[in-house]
C-alpha cells in the first residue's frame, strides 16, 4: 500500500478480498494500489455479504474521486469492523463521468447517508436508491460539482500552488481586483436567486415529512392530512420550528428543523454547510505540506489530533517514521488535545443545561494551561500546524516536560475529581440527561458513529486499540465504555476519557527519551510523495478522523478527503431526537459535540 | 439536604474570592504585581486565585516560539538584507500571500541575490510559519508583535519591504534561543571555512615546495558567511 509498493497497481487480489472476488467472481476487479473494484450490479449484494458474513459491520468513509483521464468517477468505501481489530476492507465502484450512476448503501449501512449525499454535492455522483439525495454543504443555488478536476473557484488563480505569479515577479494585487466579483459567479441553468429562499426551505421542510419511523415511531406517524396531525386525546397542530442556523445551543452556524407535536420532537432534519469552503478542493491546490496548517482549521479545538491524522495519511504514502522522540511527543499532544476538547465539551454541555458558564469556565482553566502548553511547543494555541511528515515541526523549548508533568501529574487529576465531584451526581443534570438521546449500540453501529458517542452506547471500539497507530500498543490504558447511550453516559465517558488519557500522558512523560532527532530525514519545503492512495485515521477527541490521500506523484496531492467525525456523527441526530422534548435537542446536540469548522469544512 | 450544593458552589467563589487579594499581597512584596513573573505564576499550574487577566492593561509573557506574522531580518553588521529573494517562502506560504519581486542586474540582466519588493498580506496570512522553518539564510522570522488593528483593511495590511525589515538585535531580543543557534552555526561555519583555508594553504605551501621557483601566497582568511542550506 505505501512506499515501493505504492508504485504498481494490485495485480491480485488478497485476504479478505479474495474472499469476496471468489463469492461474486468476475463482479470483483482489482482496484488501482489498493482494494477492490466491484460491479455497480453486484454492489449492494456485495455490501450486505461484506457486511454480514464477513463481519465489517462498520462503514467508515465513503468518497468519491473524479478521474477525468479515464473518463470515470470512483466511489471509494472503507469497511471496519467493530468486534476485530485491523486493517479496512477497501471496495470502490466506477462510473463514467457524464453519467455517474452508482447504487446507493444507505439500504446497507445508514452511515452512508450524509456522506453519499456530500459526494453527490461535492464530486457529483447519483446514488441510486438513496432516500434523500441532495445537496448537503452547497446550496441549491451552486452550479457544478466543485471536486469535478475541472470545476474552477471564483477567485481561480491556476490548478496548483506555489502561483507562478508570487515570484521572481511577484507585484502585489489583490484577488479582488484581478477578479471582480459578481463576474465570478454562475447560477445553475432555471434557478432564480430571488426564489431562492422559500424554496430551499420547503425543500428541507418536505423532508420532515417523511422522516423514517424509528423505535419512537409512534409519534411520527405520517398524517392524512396537509396541516397536522391527530393524537387520541388532544387535537394539536404539527409546528415547525427552526433552531439556528443563528442559535446560542448549536455551537456554531448549524441550523435544526424541528417538527413538534407540542413539544416532542417528531421529526428532525440538520441543516449544514453554512461554513463551507471547500477545503478538499483548498487541499488539492495546495502542496502537501502546505495542506498541514489547514488541518488545524477543520476541528479548530483540537488541531494537533488534526495534524497526525493527516501526517499519518502521508507517512503511510511516503514510507517514513518519526524518530523515537518525535513520537513521544507526538503522542502527548495528542492526548493533551483530548483533555482539552473534552473539558470544553462537558463545560458547553452543561451551558446548554442550563449551567450557565461557571463550568464551563472552570473547564476552561484546565484547557488554557494546555494551550500554553502548546503555544510554548508549537507558538500557536489553537493552529498549531506542529506535525510534519516524518516528525514534528521544532523541538520542545526548555522546561516544558517539567511544566507538563506539573500539570499532568498535579493538577489535571485533582481538577477533574473536583469536576466529578462537582458536577456529575446534581440533580438537575441527572434528570435531564438520564435516557435521553438514547442511541443503542446496534444503531450506532449503523449509523457510523464514531468516538465517545459509540462508546457510550456499548461499543468497545477505539482506533488506538482496534488499529494502532504510531506508539500506542506500548501505553497501559483502557478504552472507556458505557453501556447506556444516553446523554449522561455520554457525559460519564468523557471523564473517562480524562482519565485514561491522563493515564498515557504519564506513561509517555516518563518514558519520552531526553534527547533525540525530531525528524527523519531531511526537512524538505516540498515533500517528495510517491503516487498511492492512503487512509490514515486516528481517534480524535470526537471520533474517527481519517484522511484519504490520493496522490499521483505530483507535488500537489490528486484527492484529499476528510472523514470528518462530527459530520458522520450528526446523521444521528434526527433518529436520537425523534420522540424527546423540543428542549433536549439541545442537549443532545451538546452531547455530540460538534464543530462547525470540521462539520462544514 | 436541599440547597446543600448551592452553598457549596458559593463557598467555591466565596474561596476564590478572598485567595485573590491574598495572593495579590503575596506578590506586592514579591517584586510588584502584574510583571511577567506575577502573571506565570497567575495563571500558572499554581494558580488558587483570579485566572483572567484584565487585557491590555494586564498581560501575559508570550513565549519565544510565538509566531504572529514574519518580519525580515537585517543584518547589521554586514548593513544588508540576509533576505536572497530565493522565493522558497513564497513557494511554501499555504495562502499565498508573499510577494517577492527579485532584482536583476540593470547591465547583465542576471538576477541579484536581494528582493527589490517584498510584500506580505497580513490580511491572508495564517501565521502558520512555514516560511521562517524552511528558510535557509535564517532571513525571515516570525514576530511577536501581535497588535496589528488598523483603521483602514486594504492598503494598510499590505506589507511592504520597509515595513516588514526589523534589525537582527530585534530578532536576537525575542528568539534568544535561536540567536544562540545561529551564532554558533555561523562559528562552526566559520570554522569548517578556516580548516579548508588552512588545508588548501598547506596544499600550496606543498606545491611550492615542490616547485621552489614559485613563490607562495600568502592565504586570506575567508570572512565567516551565513550557513547555506
Same mark, same amino acid.
Given at each position: 500500500m505505501a512506499g515501493k509498493a505504492a508504485a504498481a497497481p494490485v495485480a491480485e487480489l488478497t485476504g479478505p478480498l479474495a474472499v469476496l472476488k471468489e463469492k461474486f467472481g468476475d463482479a470483483i476487479k482489482p482496484g488501482d494500489f489498493e482494494g477492490a473494484v466491484i460491479g455497480n450490479d453486484q454492489l449492494v449484494e456485495a455490501a450486505k455479504f461484506i457486511r454480514?458474513?464477513?463481519? &465489517?459491520? &462498520?462503514?467508515s468513509s465513503v468518497t468519491g474521486v473524479d478521474y477525468p483521464a479515464a473518463n470515470e468517477v470512483e466511489v471509494v468505501y472503507h469497511a471496519y469492523s467493530t468486534r476485530h481489530t485491523g486493517a479496512p476492507l477497501v471496495f470502490k465502484a466506477r462510473a463514467p463521468r457524464d453519467n455517474s450512476v452508482v447504487p446507493s448503501l444507505t439500504s446497507v449501512w445508514s452511515g452512508a447517508n450524509f456522506q453519499e449525499r456530500e459526494a453527490w454535492d461535492l464530486v457529483g455522483i447519483k446514488f441510486e436508491g438513496h432516500p434523500n439525495l441532495k445537496r448537503i454543504l452547497m446550496w441549491e443555488g451552486f452550479q457544478g460539482h466543485p471536486l469535478r478536476k475541472d470545476w474552477k473557484e471564483a477567485y481561480y488563480e491556476q490548478d496548483t500552488k506555489p502561483f507562478d505569479s508570487r515570484w521572481p515577479g511577484g507585484h502585489h494585487q489583490r484577488a479582488e481586483d484581478r477578479v471582480p466579483f459578481a463576474d465570478n459567479v454562475e447560477f445553475p441553468p432555471n434557478f432564480d436567486p430571488a426564489q431562492y429562499v422559500a424554496q430551499a426551505d420547503a425543500a428541507v421542510y418536505e423532508q420532515l415529512k417523511k422522516v423514517e419511523v424509528g423505535e419512537h415511531g409512534e409519534l411520527a406517524e405520517p398524517s392524512d392530512n396537509g396541516n397536522g396531525q391527530h393524537s387520541d386525546k388532544i387535537e394539536t397542530d404539527q409546528l415547525v420550528v427552526n433552531l439556528?442556523?443563528?442559535?446560542?445551543?448549536?455551537?456554531?452556524?448549524f441550523r435544526m428543523a424541528v417538527t413538534l407535536e407540542g413539544e416532542t420532537i417528531t421529526a428532525l432534519e440538520p441543516v449544514m454547510g453554512y461554513l463551507h469552503r471547500n477545503h478538499e478542493k483548498i487541499g488539492e491546490r495546495n502542496t502537501f505540506i502546505q495542506n498541514m496548517p489547514f488541518t488545524d482549521r477543520l476541528d479548530y479545538l483540537s488541531s494537533m489530533s488534526n495534524n497526525l491524522g493527516y501526517a499519518l495519511a502521508v507517512e503511510k504514502l511516503m514510507n517514513v517514521k518519526p524518530p523515537e522522540r518525535a513520537e513521544y511527543i507526538r503522542v502527548i499532544m495528542v492526548e493533551l488535545t483530548r483533555i482539552c476538547n473534552h473539558v470544553w465539551a462537558l463545560g458547553f454541555l452543561l451551558n446548554d443545561l442550563g449551567a450557565f458558564f461557571t463550568p464551563a469556565l472552570y473547564g476552561m482553566e484546565e484547557r488554557e494551561l494546555i494551550l500554553d502548553l502548546f503555544e510554548a511547543a508549537a507558538g500557536s494555541r489553537m493552529m498549531c500546524n506542529y506535525m510534519r511528515f516524518g516528525g514534528v515541526a521544532r523541538d520542545l523549548p526548555e522546561g516544558w516536560i517539567e511544566k507538563c508533568r506539573e500539570i499532568v501529574f498535579d493538577r489535571l487529576p485533582r481538577k477533574i475529581d473536583d469536576f466529578d465531584h462537582y458536577l456529575t451526581d446534581i440533580e438537575i443534570i441527572r434528570a435531564r440527561c438520564e435516557g435521553v438521546g438514547v442511541l443503542t449500540a446496534e444503531d450506532a453501529v449503523k449509523y457510523s458513529v464514531a468516538g465517545p458517542l459509540l462508546r457510550a452506547s456499548?461499543?468497545? &471500539?477505539d482506533c488506538r486499540r482496534a488499529d494502532s497507530y504510531s506508539i500506542y500498543d506500548r501505553f497501559d490504558f483502557d478504552v472507556a465504555v458505557r453501556d447506556h447511550g444516553d446523554v449522561y453516559d455520554r457525559y460519564l465517558i468523557r471523564l473517562d476519557e480524562i482519565r485514561q488519557s491522563i493515564r498515557i500522558l504519564k506513561q509517555a512523560l516518563d518514558q519520552i527519551p531526553a534527547t533525540g532527532e525530531i525528524q527523519a530525514g531531511k526537512k524538505q519545503y516540498q515533500a517528495r510523495v510517491p503516487a498511492g492512495q492512503a487512509y490514515g485515521r486516528v481517534e480524535g477527541p470526537k471520533g474517527e478522523l481519517g484522511f484519504y490521500v490520493v496522490s499521483d506523484g505530483n507535488p500537489n496531492p490528486y484527492r484529499y478527503h476528510i472523514r470528518a467525525p462530527s459530520f458522520i456523527n450528526l446523521t444521528a441526530l434526527g433518529p436520537m431526537c425523534v420522540g424527546n422534548k423540543v428542549a433536549d435537542a439541545v442537549i443532545i446536540l451538546g452531547s455530540i459535540d460538534i464543530v462547525l469548522g470540521e462539520t462544514d469544512r | 439536604m436541599y440547597g446543600s450544593g448551592v452553598l457549596r458552589g458559593m463557598g467555591v467563589t466565596l474561596k476564590h474570592f478572598f485567595v485573590t487579594y491574598i495572593e495579590d499581597l503575596k506578590y506586592v512584596f514579591k517584586g510588584g504585581r502584574n510583571t511577567d513573573k506575577h502573571m506565570a505564576v497567575r495563571q500558572g499550574?499554581?494558580? %488558587? $486565585?483570579? @485566572?483572567t487577566v484584565q487585557y491590555p492593561e494586564e498581560r501575559l509573557p508570550v513565549p519565544e516560539n510565538f509566531r504572529y506574522i514574519p518580519f525580515l531580518v537585517f543584518d547589521t553588521q554586514k548593513n544588508e538584507? %540576509?533576505?536572497? /529573494?530565493? $522565493?522558497i517562502c513564497a513557494k511554501v506560504c499555504p495562502p499565498q500571500c508573499i510577494w517577492i519581486v527579485r532584482t536583476n542586474d540593470p547591465k547583465t540582466n542576471r538576477p541579484i541575490p536581494q528582493p527589490a519588493e517584498f510584500y506580505i498580506d497580513a490580511s491572508i496570512c495564517m501565521s502558520c510559519g512555514l516560511c521562517a522553518e524552511f528558510c535557509p539564510f535564517d532571513a525571515i522570522k516570525m514576530d511577536?508583535?501581535?497588535?496589528? /488593528? /488598523? @483603521?483602514?483593511?486594504f492598503n494598510t495590511l499590505v506589507f511592504d519591504k520597509q515595513k516588514l525589515t526589523k534589525p537582527d538585535t530585534y530578532h536576537a531580543a525575542i528568539h534568544p534561543t535561536d540567536w544562540q543557534r545561529e551564532l554558533k552555526e555561523k562559528e562552526e561555519a566559520a570554522k569548517k571555512e578556516a580548516e579548508k583555508a588552512a588545508a588548501a594553504a598547506a596544499k600550496k605551501a606543498a606545491a611550492a615546495a615542490a616547485k621552489p621557483a614559485e613563490a607562495a601566497k600568502p592565504v586570506d582568511t575567508p570572512k565567516p558567511e551565513p550557513p547555506a542550506a
Amino acid at each position: 500500500m505505501a512506499g515501493k509498493a505504492a508504485a504498481a497497481p494490485v495485480a491480485e487480489l488478497t485476504g479478505p478480498l479474495a474472499v469476496l472476488k471468489e463469492k461474486f467472481g468476475d463482479a470483483i476487479k482489482p482496484g488501482d494500489f489498493e482494494g477492490a473494484v466491484i460491479g455497480n450490479d453486484q454492489l449492494v449484494e456485495a455490501a450486505k455479504f461484506i457486511r454480514d458474513d464477513m463481519g &465489517y459491520d &462498520y462503514l467508515s468513509s465513503v468518497t468519491g474521486v473524479d478521474y477525468p483521464a479515464a473518463n470515470e468517477v470512483e466511489v471509494v468505501y472503507h469497511a471496519y469492523s467493530t468486534r476485530h481489530t485491523g486493517a479496512p476492507l477497501v471496495f470502490k465502484a466506477r462510473a463514467p463521468r457524464d453519467n455517474s450512476v452508482v447504487p446507493s448503501l444507505t439500504s446497507v449501512w445508514s452511515g452512508a447517508n450524509f456522506q453519499e449525499r456530500e459526494a453527490w454535492d461535492l464530486v457529483g455522483i447519483k446514488f441510486e436508491g438513496h432516500p434523500n439525495l441532495k445537496r448537503i454543504l452547497m446550496w441549491e443555488g451552486f452550479q457544478g460539482h466543485p471536486l469535478r478536476k475541472d470545476w474552477k473557484e471564483a477567485y481561480y488563480e491556476q490548478d496548483t500552488k506555489p502561483f507562478d505569479s508570487r515570484w521572481p515577479g511577484g507585484h502585489h494585487q489583490r484577488a479582488e481586483d484581478r477578479v471582480p466579483f459578481a463576474d465570478n459567479v454562475e447560477f445553475p441553468p432555471n434557478f432564480d436567486p430571488a426564489q431562492y429562499v422559500a424554496q430551499a426551505d420547503a425543500a428541507v421542510y418536505e423532508q420532515l415529512k417523511k422522516v423514517e419511523v424509528g423505535e419512537h415511531g409512534e409519534l411520527a406517524e405520517p398524517s392524512d392530512n396537509g396541516n397536522g396531525q391527530h393524537s387520541d386525546k388532544i387535537e394539536t397542530d404539527q409546528l415547525v420550528v427552526n433552531l439556528g442556523p443563528q442559535h446560542p445551543s448549536t455551537h456554531g452556524v448549524f441550523r435544526m428543523a424541528v417538527t413538534l407535536e407540542g413539544e416532542t420532537i417528531t421529526a428532525l432534519e440538520p441543516v449544514m454547510g453554512y461554513l463551507h469552503r471547500n477545503h478538499e478542493k483548498i487541499g488539492e491546490r495546495n502542496t502537501f505540506i502546505q495542506n498541514m496548517p489547514f488541518t488545524d482549521r477543520l476541528d479548530y479545538l483540537s488541531s494537533m489530533s488534526n495534524n497526525l491524522g493527516y501526517a499519518l495519511a502521508v507517512e503511510k504514502l511516503m514510507n517514513v517514521k518519526p524518530p523515537e522522540r518525535a513520537e513521544y511527543i507526538r503522542v502527548i499532544m495528542v492526548e493533551l488535545t483530548r483533555i482539552c476538547n473534552h473539558v470544553w465539551a462537558l463545560g458547553f454541555l452543561l451551558n446548554d443545561l442550563g449551567a450557565f458558564f461557571t463550568p464551563a469556565l472552570y473547564g476552561m482553566e484546565e484547557r488554557e494551561l494546555i494551550l500554553d502548553l502548546f503555544e510554548a511547543a508549537a507558538g500557536s494555541r489553537m493552529m498549531c500546524n506542529y506535525m510534519r511528515f516524518g516528525g514534528v515541526a521544532r523541538d520542545l523549548p526548555e522546561g516544558w516536560i517539567e511544566k507538563c508533568r506539573e500539570i499532568v501529574f498535579d493538577r489535571l487529576p485533582r481538577k477533574i475529581d473536583d469536576f466529578d465531584h462537582y458536577l456529575t451526581d446534581i440533580e438537575i443534570i441527572r434528570a435531564r440527561c438520564e435516557g435521553v438521546g438514547v442511541l443503542t449500540a446496534e444503531d450506532a453501529v449503523k449509523y457510523s458513529v464514531a468516538g465517545p458517542l459509540l462508546r457510550a452506547s456499548g461499543v468497545q &471500539y477505539d482506533c488506538r486499540r482496534a488499529d494502532s497507530y504510531s506508539i500506542y500498543d506500548r501505553f497501559d490504558f483502557d478504552v472507556a465504555v458505557r453501556d447506556h447511550g444516553d446523554v449522561y453516559d455520554r457525559y460519564l465517558i468523557r471523564l473517562d476519557e480524562i482519565r485514561q488519557s491522563i493515564r498515557i500522558l504519564k506513561q509517555a512523560l516518563d518514558q519520552i527519551p531526553a534527547t533525540g532527532e525530531i525528524q527523519a530525514g531531511k526537512k524538505q519545503y516540498q515533500a517528495r510523495v510517491p503516487a498511492g492512495q492512503a487512509y490514515g485515521r486516528v481517534e480524535g477527541p470526537k471520533g474517527e478522523l481519517g484522511f484519504y490521500v490520493v496522490s499521483d506523484g505530483n507535488p500537489n496531492p490528486y484527492r484529499y478527503h476528510i472523514r470528518a467525525p462530527s459530520f458522520i456523527n450528526l446523521t444521528a441526530l434526527g433518529p436520537m431526537c425523534v420522540g424527546n422534548k423540543v428542549a433536549d435537542a439541545v442537549i443532545i446536540l451538546g452531547s455530540i459535540d460538534i464543530v462547525l469548522g470540521e462539520t462544514d469544512r | 439536604m436541599y440547597g446543600s450544593g448551592v452553598l457549596r458552589g458559593m463557598g467555591v467563589t466565596l474561596k476564590h474570592f478572598f485567595v485573590t487579594y491574598i495572593e495579590d499581597l503575596k506578590y506586592v512584596f514579591k517584586g510588584g504585581r502584574n510583571t511577567d513573573k506575577h502573571m506565570a505564576v497567575r495563571q500558572g499550574p499554581q494558580a %488558587r $486565585g483570579i @485566572f483572567t487577566v484584565q487585557y491590555p492593561e494586564e498581560r501575559l509573557p508570550v513565549p519565544e516560539n510565538f509566531r504572529y506574522i514574519p518580519f525580515l531580518v537585517f543584518d547589521t553588521q554586514k548593513n544588508e538584507d %540576509r533576505c536572497t /529573494s530565493c $522565493g522558497i517562502c513564497a513557494k511554501v506560504c499555504p495562502p499565498q500571500c508573499i510577494w517577492i519581486v527579485r532584482t536583476n542586474d540593470p547591465k547583465t540582466n542576471r538576477p541579484i541575490p536581494q528582493p527589490a519588493e517584498f510584500y506580505i498580506d497580513a490580511s491572508i496570512c495564517m501565521s502558520c510559519g512555514l516560511c521562517a522553518e524552511f528558510c535557509p539564510f535564517d532571513a525571515i522570522k516570525m514576530d511577536h508583535d501581535y497588535e496589528l /488593528s /488598523s @483603521f483602514e483593511r486594504f492598503n494598510t495590511l499590505v506589507f511592504d519591504k520597509q515595513k516588514l525589515t526589523k534589525p537582527d538585535t530585534y530578532h536576537a531580543a525575542i528568539h534568544p534561543t535561536d540567536w544562540q543557534r545561529e551564532l554558533k552555526e555561523k562559528e562552526e561555519a566559520a570554522k569548517k571555512e578556516a580548516e579548508k583555508a588552512a588545508a588548501a594553504a598547506a596544499k600550496k605551501a606543498a606545491a611550492a615546495a615542490a616547485k621552489p621557483a614559485e613563490a607562495a601566497k600568502p592565504v586570506d582568511t575567508p570572512k565567516p558567511e551565513p550557513p547555506a542550506a
